[in-house]
């Protein structure tokens, strides 16, 4: 499964705040949701998330984040809101053509 997010700040610090809420069963973070609900273990940050763009914050990142959500929601493999991802056309020419 995956889970799609932005930030503006360092990503280890944004993993860390996953780590936190998923330590102390705070269910404010899908992510950590996620885990605790499913009964994972978290592994460290370089075996389990990755930095898919890097832009600067603003209409093209949240662009960007809202394809990938919408991809990976197409793919059934994704564990943000399921209301986050709208139909695109735009979206749905570039998967047809980049699969």
């Not at 610090?13 to 273990?41: I, V």
């Not at 389990?48 to 809202?66: A, C, Y």
Request: charged content about 30%; glycine content about 6%; overall charge positive.
């Amino acid at each position: 499964m995956t889970y799609t997010g932005q930030t503006g700040r360092p990503f280890k610090t944004r993993f860390k705040e996953h780590m936190r809420d998923f330590k102390y069963n705070n269910r404010k973070s899908k992510f950590a949701q996620h885990h605790l609900d499913n009964g994972h273990a978290i592994q460290n940050m370089e075996e389990i998330m990755k930095i898919v763009h890097v832009t600067k914050k603003g209409r093209m990142l949240n662009t960007l984040e809202s394809f990938h959500i919408y991809k990976e929601t197409k793919d059934e493999n994704q564990i943000n809101d399921k209301l986050t991802a709208k139909g695109n056309e735009i979206f749905e020419a570039i998967l047809k053509h980049d699969p």
